[in-house]
């Protein structure tokens, strides 16, 4: 492969990885509301897992989350045990900071989603809008964070 062509250098994002401390309320969020299912649950020993985060830790918990059974547009969540630093907290917020990053996942229920938000009081940023887009289906999104405080952009295509 010519490194200098226009070609792309990487394939497709295979997965993004969320760095949380309660794997269970996690999972809540993932697998119950959204429907993501458990593709790999691993535990990285050390070395490789103080390598990997850059100090010494006990182990790396990781589980995998997938739909459809893809390799690629997975979710991952790793618990960090007994990191011998003091991990920081991303600051959990109603507004959208420049910088974030935000995983948007198309979906064909986001009726039943947001029913599904509403009953574990989900941190909601904006409810379900009507965009106006010059494409011919109909498309709603909307805004809500995960339990670590993650954006995440759910958007519905078709007929609401």
């Known amino acids: 492969m010519n490194i200098n062509s226009n070609s792309n250098l990487t394939f497709p994002v295979s997965r993004t990885t969320i760095f949380t401390d309660d794997v ?3 999972l809540v969020f993932w697998q119950d509301i959204l429907g993501f299912t458990i593709a790999i649950e691993a535990k990285i020993p050390n070395p490789g897992a103080s390598e990997i985060v850059g100090f010494n830790c006990e182990l790396l918990e990781v589980t995998v989350l997938s739909n459809f059974n893809s390799t690629i547009g997975n979710v991952g ?3 960090i045990i007994n990191p011998q630093i003091t991990l920081d907290k991303i600051k959990i917020s109603k507004n959208i900071s420049i910088g974030e990053t ?3 996942i198309r979906t064909e229920n986001l ?3 947001l029913s599904k938000l509403k009953r574990i009081n989900a941190n909601i940023i904006s409810f379900p809008t009507k965009l106006e ?3 011919e289906e109909e498309v709603w999104e909307m805004f809500v964070r995960d339990p670590n ?3 995440v952009n759910l958007s519905h295509h078709g007929k609401w």
């Open 77 to 79: 969540l790793a618990k």
């Open 133 to 135: 887009l010059p494409i």
């Open 111 to 113: 009726k039943t989603i």
């Open 24 to 26: 269970d309320k996690s």
């Open 149 to 151: 405080g993650i954006l």
């Open 102 to 104: 935000c995983l948007v």
